[in-house]
């Protein structure tokens, strides 16, 4: 898969710090984007590619670990990694346990912060990777009518044609049509992918797959 | 302004006052009889001597005017002396001794006090920045992580293939920078906490007040307040003590941002400015738009041990007012308009008055402000300023 450059953002309000860490991690070949505060960062809009956050816990106005909070709420994901000068060990609990990378105490080692940026890079790519995955899942998914998503369901619980034809009172003939349909359209070449695309979509929860099924039988399918 | 005008010239005149006193105690003693008992009067020389001489100044003066007494007596003996004027002199005699003991007393203990209140401004200065600990350290962590961080971003750049010399260079001049902005502020808070006496010396009213905002640049920006400076460029230069000035204007700033933090952000504004009030001299002014002060607090604001501060001590201005007074300046506060408080303080340009610095030492007595002249032109003045959108 072709990626974009990845690209770390620093938010720190010291103009010293930031320009410092703009050269460090140029030096090491990426590209960065700095911010002297957590509302200029929020309102730049970001080019899609993987990222990773370098945060100075101590900012003015939002802090750093409020600032980890308001972005969870606004479901932006990057990993974060955090700088601190005098932060505390409930400081940094309260950090890691909300999911940042590392929290780094300043003045620290550069090898940690690299070593950090690049756990934080990685992070970002896997779940990039994962993410356009299953919306790729969810758009095929979409294609699909509404019997077909009925069929899709039965197949994936391990029900036969013959159970699933009995349930919805068409023919087994039919059952079979819809089924190398969905299969077509899913793009999945054996029963053990059609599964698997249905836990992902099952896992992503909002896709609400089963709870439609019961709640709505005839209504067409609903939010992706 | 006019009282402290009238002090400055009188305590520059007296040396003047005595000597022409001296003179006609001298005259009148030698052309009068023994009898008389002119000499007493060298007493007033003594005592006028007290407020201008320290202690050694006194003793000389006091024996200057004994062997004046003694030296009329001679001119005048050709007169058979009579046992009375013998006995006046002797008494003259006694009471100049008794009064030069005196001062010197008193001398001595304006000495103490002085020097107890020099280290009780020390104790508060250094409280002050006990206070401030965290963010000190703050501020001398930020640059030193610049450095390190700059120092091994170097590195990289001469490590690569090819070496890039212009990043590296830009992280060595960054790197100096940074080791100056960390070594100013280690040498501020030195000076401040050093604890050495008071010395007199010439220095620019703007650049106290630029090397004391250095000490709280991180709570101005902890706190997002807009800070401006006006200085004007012709304030001439003053005499005092440098240190002293800072904790004045420390203490002013710290007040102001404490105030500050109960508005809301938006509106937290910070003005210091500098100015030549007048021809005698400059005034100093730190406005904010903070919580302001009432109008009964006003009044007890600079007396000891009054605060509105729930963990405050209540000495910070009070000290703040015995340095700007021992310089021989006048500190006041106002309210703002619409809103907060200005703090402003006069010191005087006048080269004569470094004499009055440290003879006078601190003073805590609780006078009332008169409201001079120059805090009229100061409102007008900055107001307009601080309203300026």
């Given at each position: 898969m072709?990626?974009?450059?990845?690209?770390?953002?620093?938010?720190?309000?010291?103009?010293?710090?930031?320009?410092?860490?703009?050269?460090?991690?140029?030096?090491i070949?990426?590209?960065?984007?700095?911010?002297?505060?957590?509302?200029?960062?929020?309102?730049?809009?970001?080019?899609?590619?993987?990222?990773?956050?370098?945060?100075?816990?101590?900012?003015?106005?939002?802090?750093?670990?409020?600032?980890?909070?308001?972005?969870?709420?606004?479901?932006?994901?990057?990993?974060?990694?955090?700088?601190?000068?005098?932060?505390?060990?409930?400081?940094?609990?309260?950090?890691?346990?909300?999911?940042a990378?590392?929290?780094?105490?300043?003045?620290?080692?550069?090898?940690?912060?690299?070593?950090?940026?690049?756990?934080?890079?990685?992070?970002?790519?896997?779940?990039?990777?994962t993410?356009?995955?299953?919306?790729?899942?969810?758009?095929?998914?979409?294609?699909?009518t509404?019997?077909?998503?009925?069929?899709m369901?039965?197949?994936?619980?391990?029900?036969l044609?013959k159970?699933?034809?009995?349930?919805?009172?068409?023919?087994?003939?039919?059952?079979?049509?819809?089924?190398?349909h969905?299969?077509h359209?899913?793009?999945?070449?054996?029963?053990?992918?059609?599964?698997r695309?249905?836990d992902?979509?099952?896992?992503?929860?909002d896709?609400?797959?089963?709870?439609?099924?019961?709640?709505?039988?005839?209504?067409?399918?609903?939010?992706? | 302004?006019?009282s402290?005008?009238?002090?400055?010239?009188?305590?520059?005149?007296?040396?003047f006052?005595?000597?022409?006193?001296?003179?006609?105690?001298?005259?009148?003693?030698?052309?009068?009889?023994?009898?008389?008992?002119?000499?007493?009067?060298?007493?007033?020389?003594?005592?006028i001597?007290?407020?201008?001489?320290?202690?050694?100044?006194?003793?000389?003066?006091?024996?200057?005017?004994?062997?004046?007494?003694?030296?009329?007596?001679?001119?005048?003996?050709?007169?058979?002396p009579?046992?009375?004027?013998?006995?006046?002199?002797?008494?003259?005699?006694?009471?100049?001794a008794?009064?030069?003991?005196?001062?010197?007393?008193?001398?001595?203990?304006?000495?103490?006090?002085?020097?107890?209140?020099s280290?009780?401004?020390?104790?508060?200065?250094?409280?002050?920045?006990?206070?401030m600990?965290?963010?000190?350290?703050?501020?001398?962590?930020?640059?030193?992580?610049?450095?390190?961080?700059?120092?091994?971003?170097?590195?990289?750049?001469?490590?690569?293939?090819?070496?890039?010399?212009?990043?590296?260079?830009?992280?060595?001049?960054?790197?100096?920078?940074?080791?100056?902005?960390?070594?100013?502020i280690?040498?501020?808070?030195?000076?401040?906490?050093?604890?050495q006496?008071?010395?007199?010396?010439?220095?620019?009213?703007?650049e106290?007040?630029?090397?004391t905002?250095?000490?709280i640049?991180?709570?101005?920006?902890?706190?997002?307040?807009?800070i401006?400076?006006?200085?004007?460029?012709?304030?001439?230069?003053?005499?005092?003590?440098?240190?002293?000035?800072?904790?004045?204007?420390?203490?002013?700033?710290?007040?102001?941002?404490?105030?500050?933090r109960?508005?809301?952000?938006?509106?937290?504004?910070?003005?210091i400015?500098?100015?030549?009030?007048?021809?005698?001299?400059?005034?100093?002014?730190?406005?904010?738009?903070?919580?302001?002060?009432?109008?009964?607090?006003?009044?007890?604001?600079?007396?000891?041990?009054?605060?509105?501060?729930?963990?405050?001590?209540?000495?910070?201005?009070?000290?703040?007012?015995?340095?700007?007074?021992?310089?021989?300046?006048?500190?006041w506060?106002?309210?703002?308009?619409?809103r907060?408080?200005?703090?402003?303080?006069?010191?005087p340009?006048?080269?004569?008055?470094d004499?009055?610095?440290n003879?006078?030492?601190?003073?805590?007595?609780?006078?009332?402000?008169k409201?001079?002249?120059?805090?009229?032109i100061?409102?007008?003045?900055?107001?307009?300023?601080?309203?300026?959108?």
């Amino acid at each position: 898969m072709k990626e974009e450059k990845p690209i770390v953002f620093v938010v720190d309000d010291d103009a010293s710090v930031r320009e410092a860490l703009d050269s460090l991690i140029r030096s090491i070949k990426l590209n960065v984007l700095t911010f002297s505060t957590a509302e200029e960062f929020l309102h730049f809009k970001r080019p899609d590619a993987p990222g990773c956050l370098v945060l100075d816990v101590r900012l003015p106005g939002l802090n750093g670990l409020e600032f980890q909070h308001e972005l969870a709420k606004s479901k932006i994901v990057l990993p974060i990694v955090f700088i601190s000068a005098h932060g505390d060990i409930l400081m940094s609990v309260r950090a890691i346990k909300a999911g940042a990378v590392d929290f780094l105490a300043k003045p620290f080692r550069h090898q940690d912060l690299v070593d950090a940026i690049h756990v934080g890079i990685d992070q970002d790519r896997v779940r990039r990777r994962t993410e356009t995955i299953l919306l790729e899942i969810k758009d095929r998914f979409a294609l699909l009518t509404t019997r077909e998503r009925q069929v899709m369901l039965e197949v994936i619980k391990g029900r036969l044609n013959k159970q699933i034809a009995a349930k919805f009172r068409i023919s087994e003939f039919t059952v079979k049509v819809h089924r190398a349909h969905l299969m077509h359209k899913m793009k999945a070449k054996t029963l053990v992918d059609l599964v698997r695309m249905g836990d992902d979509l099952q896992a992503q929860g909002d896709v609400g797959v089963g709870h439609w099924h019961r709640a709505q039988p005839n209504s067409n399918f609903v939010r992706l | 302004m006019v009282s402290q005008d009238f002090r400055v010239t009188a305590v520059w005149a007296l040396p003047f006052a005595a000597i022409a006193l001296a003179t006609t105690v001298f005259i009148a003693d030698t052309i009068t009889e023994l009898e008389i008992a002119c000499p007493v009067f060298y007493t007033a020389v003594v005592l006028i001597a007290a407020r201008f001489c320290k202690k050694r100044g006194v003793v000389f003066v006091g024996l200057a005017c004994i062997t004046l007494t003694l030296l009329s007596d001679l001119l005048t003996i050709e007169v058979a002396p009579s046992q009375a004027g013998v006995i006046n002199t002797c008494i003259s005699l006694a009471a100049i001794a008794a009064t030069t003991y005196l001062a010197l007393k008193i001398e001595v203990e304006k000495e103490a006090t002085y020097e107890a209140r020099s280290q009780l401004a020390h104790v508060a200065r250094v409280t002050t920045l006990g206070g401030m600990t965290a963010n000190i350290a703050h501020e001398v962590n930020q640059p030193l992580t610049a450095v390190l961080i700059n120092g091994n971003a170097c590195l990289h750049w001469l490590d690569a293939e090819p070496p890039d010399l212009n990043e590296a260079r830009k992280n060595i001049t960054n790197i100096v920078r940074d080791t100056n902005r960390a070594s100013q502020i280690v040498v501020q808070i030195r000076d401040l906490t050093k604890g050495q006496p008071p010395v007199s010396e010439w220095l620019r009213v703007n650049e106290i007040i630029l090397a004391t905002t250095v000490l709280i640049d991180r709570e101005i920006r902890q706190n997002q307040i807009s800070i401006q400076t006006q200085l004007s460029d012709n304030v001439p230069p003053i005499n005092g003590d440098r240190v002293q000035l800072q904790q004045v204007l420390l203490n002013l700033l710290l007040n102001s941002i404490e105030s500050l933090r109960s508005v809301a952000v938006g509106s937290r504004r910070l003005v210091i400015a500098s100015a030549k009030s007048n021809s005698k001299s400059v005034l100093i002014s730190v406005h904010d738009t903070g919580k302001g002060i009432s109008s009964s607090d006003l009044d007890c604001l600079f007396d000891p041990f009054y605060t509105t501060k729930s963990d405050g001590m209540g000495i910070g201005l009070t000290i703040s007012r015995s340095i700007v007074e021992s310089h021989g300046g006048r500190i006041w506060a106002t309210p703002n308009s619409p809103r907060g408080a200005v703090f402003q303080f006069t010191l005087p340009i006048d080269v004569r008055s470094d004499r009055s610095i440290n003879k006078n030492g601190f003073r805590w007595e609780n006078s009332s402000h008169k409201i001079g002249q120059d805090r009229a032109i100061a409102d007008v003045h900055l107001n307009s300023q601080l309203n300026a959108p």
